[in-house]
């Protein structure tokens, strides 16, 4: 039987690029507003004044005059595999890789581990407010089954796939082309489109695949209509190098991708720090979208993702946490990070821009904007209720404020996962702070 219920409390979420539009015409602000869920969609919202005498008497209505909502956010570049190798010490990505990364990720052909992590990970990503991601596996079939199976539970959107990687790698951690392409297959036929679940065609990255299993890779993309491509680009200036080496005769990094038949409008490549105007251009012109990652990129030492030249070439792009390169499962934190990278190249992120790139960006990079990322009528409800009052120093600061621009700002920079007062996914509650 339908059900309403309504969350009041400030309400703030993106309906364009500001890039495109202008900070102010980018976003809806409703200081004292009304968020109403039908089942498990937006019904309405709006200015409580209006809407409050529309709802029939006996709506149930939660009420938060010391919070802002906004849509959940998403992240679209992590690795479930690495929860537990977060805050590894003092590699850059080569060295760190065979050091930390592939150690842990042998773990996962256990899928009893597999899971457990699975469990942890998801309530990490919905404890910091995350409602949608795409994520890695591992090489093993087993890592994305519990991966799925644990997203059921609390009735996710999320997108995962099984690492392709038969080549540059320890034994123990390789497939083949055959069995990647195989074990592939059999993951998009259970788990693509089940429910909220979609799955990602995802090579590790251009060394670990050797040109057959690369073509494998864009022969399943072609196979299937709106299945997702991930993998990384660019992360790290010794590994482009590599790439030149083991693909001479490509003409960048992405065109060995693009030879392969890789790049499409549900392409998301990690990184892409270090691309020519023509990778630029290339993406644009397949619809492919970059994650930007910046707590890895710092964190690594990988360099400094130029937002300003993606969107001169109006490429879509998405914040991404990249755990564990990355340090923090926070978005906020992510967006904080973001900002110093941006401050870096001697230009602003504006915070409207910020929650842009963490809800609807994202949601555009992934080709959901249809569905999540804002908070329009018919979108799916999943949304994120902020405490204001979350800390002392939140509470003093945000005492000052003047405005919702400079409200989003400080809960960027010096909010964390002690903010999120709630996470909802499909209208219901996932994680209660």
Same mark, same amino acid.
């Given at each position: 039987?339908?059900?309403?219920?309504?969350?009041?409390?400030?309400?703030?979420?993106?309906?364009?690029?500001?890039?495109?539009?202008?900070?102010?015409?980018?976003?809806?602000?409703?200081?004292?507003?009304?968020?109403?869920?039908?089942?498990?969609?937006?019904?309405?919202?709006?200015?409580?004044?209006?809407?409050?005498?529309?709802?029939?008497?006996?709506?149930?209505?939660?009420?938060?005059?010391?919070?802002?909502?906004?849509?959940?956010?998403?992240?679209?570049?992590?690795?479930?595999?690495?929860?537990?190798?977060?805050?590894?010490?003092?590699?850059?990505?080569?060295?760190?890789?065979?050091?930390?990364?592939?150690?842990?990720?042998?773990?996962?052909?256990?899928?009893?581990?597999?899971?457990?992590?699975?469990?942890?990970?998801?309530?990490?990503?919905?404890?910091?407010?995350?409602?949608?991601?795409?994520?890695?596996?591992?090489?093993?079939?087993?890592?994305?089954?519990?991966? #799925?199976?644990?997203?059921?539970?609390?009735?996710?959107?999320?997108?995962?796939?099984?690492?392709?990687?038969?080549?540059?790698?320890?034994?123990?951690?390789?497939?083949?082309?055959?069995?990647?392409?195989?074990?592939?297959?059999?993951?998009?036929?259970?788990?693509?489109?089940?429910?909220?679940?979609?799955?990602?065609?995802?090579?590790?990255?251009?060394?670990?695949?050797?040109?057959?299993?690369?073509?494998?890779?864009?022969?399943?993309?072609?196979?299937?209509?709106?299945?997702?491509?991930?993998?990384?680009?660019?992360?790290?200036?010794?590994?482009?190098?590599?790439?030149?080496?083991?693909?001479?005769?490509?003409?960048?990094?992405?065109?060995?991708?693009?030879?392969?038949?890789?790049?499409?409008?549900?392409?998301? #490549?990690?990184?892409?720090?270090?691309?020519?105007?023509?990778?630029?251009?290339?993406?644009?012109?397949?619809?492919?979208?970059?994650? #930007?990652?910046?707590?890895?990129?710092?964190?690594?030492?990988?360099?400094?993702?130029?937002?300003?030249?993606? *969107?001169?070439?109006?490429?879509?792009?998405?914040?991404?946490?990249?755990?564990?390169?990355?340090?923090?499962?926070?978005?906020?934190?992510?967006?904080?990070?973001?900002?110093?990278?941006?401050?870096?190249?001697?230009?602003?992120?504006?915070?409207?821009?910020?929650?842009?790139?963490?809800?609807?960006?994202?949601?555009?990079?992934?080709?959901? *904007?249809?569905?999540?990322?804002?908070?329009?009528?018919?979108?799916?409800?999943?949304?994120?209720?902020?405490?204001?009052?979350?800390?002392?120093?939140?509470?003093?600061?945000?005492?000052?404020?003047?405005?919702?621009?400079?409200?989003?700002?400080?809960?960027?920079?010096?909010?964390?996962?002690?903010?999120?007062?709630?996470?909802?996914?499909?209208?219901?509650?996932?994680?209660?702070?």
């Amino acid at each position: 039987m339908s059900y309403l219920k309504a969350w009041r409390a400030a309400i703030v979420h993106c309906i364009a690029d500001p890039k495109d539009v202008g900070i102010k015409a980018a976003y809806e602000y409703f200081e004292d507003g009304l968020l109403v869920i039908q089942d498990d969609k937006i019904h309405a919202i709006g200015e409580a004044a209006d809407l409050l005498q529309t709802l029939p008497n006996n709506t149930p209505i939660e009420h938060y005059p010391d919070a802002v909502i906004t849509p959940g956010f998403i992240d679209t570049h992590i690795h479930y595999p690495q929860t537990d190798m977060i805050g590894s010490y003092g590699e850059q990505l080569l060295t760190w890789l065979n050091t930390y990364t592939f150690p842990e990720e042998s773990k996962f052909a256990d899928k009893v581990h597999a899971r457990e992590v699975a469990d942890r990970f998801l309530k990490e990503l919905l404890r910091n407010g995350t409602t949608t991601a795409l994520v890695f596996g591992t090489v093993h079939k087993v890592s994305v089954d519990a991966f #799925f199976e644990a997203c059921e539970v609390h009735n996710l959107r999320m997108i995962c796939g099984k690492v392709m990687m038969d080549r540059n790698a320890p034994d123990y951690l390789t497939d083949t082309p055959e069995t990647s392409y195989l074990e592939s297959k059999q993951l998009i036929e259970t788990w693509h489109n089940k429910g909220r679940l979609h799955y990602a065609i995802t090579p590790r990255f251009a060394p670990t695949s050797s040109d057959e299993q690369l073509q494998l890779a864009g022969k399943l993309l072609s196979e299937y209509d709106d299945v997702y491509m991930h993998t990384h680009l660019s992360e790290n200036k010794d590994e482009c190098a590599w790439v030149q080496d083991l693909f001479p005769e490509s003409t960048n990094y992405l065109d060995v991708y693009d030879q392969h038949k890789l790049l499409s409008e549900r392409s998301v #490549f990690a990184h892409g720090i270090h691309l020519c105007d023509n990778e630029y251009h290339r993406l644009h012109e397949t619809g492919s979208a970059i994650s #930007f990652c910046p707590t890895s990129n710092l964190f690594i030492g990988s360099g400094l993702f130029k937002l300003n030249k993606a *969107e001169e070439h109006k490429v879509n792009v998405g914040l991404g946490t990249d755990i564990g390169g990355g340090t923090s499962f926070s978005m906020l934190q992510t967006m904080n990070e973001a900002y110093k990278v941006i401050q870096l190249q001697n230009e602003n992120l504006n915070p409207i821009k910020s929650l842009y790139l963490s809800t609807l960006g994202g949601a555009r990079a992934l080709r959901l *904007e249809d569905k999540i990322g804002n908070l329009t009528i018919g979108s799916e409800a999943d949304f994120v209720i902020l405490d204001k009052k979350a800390t002392p120093l939140l509470t003093s600061r945000l005492a000052l404020s003047k405005g919702i621009e400079e409200t989003l700002f400080v809960f960027m920079t010096i909010g964390d996962d002690r903010a999120i007062q709630a996470t909802y996914s499909a209208g219901q509650c996932v994680h209660q702070r």
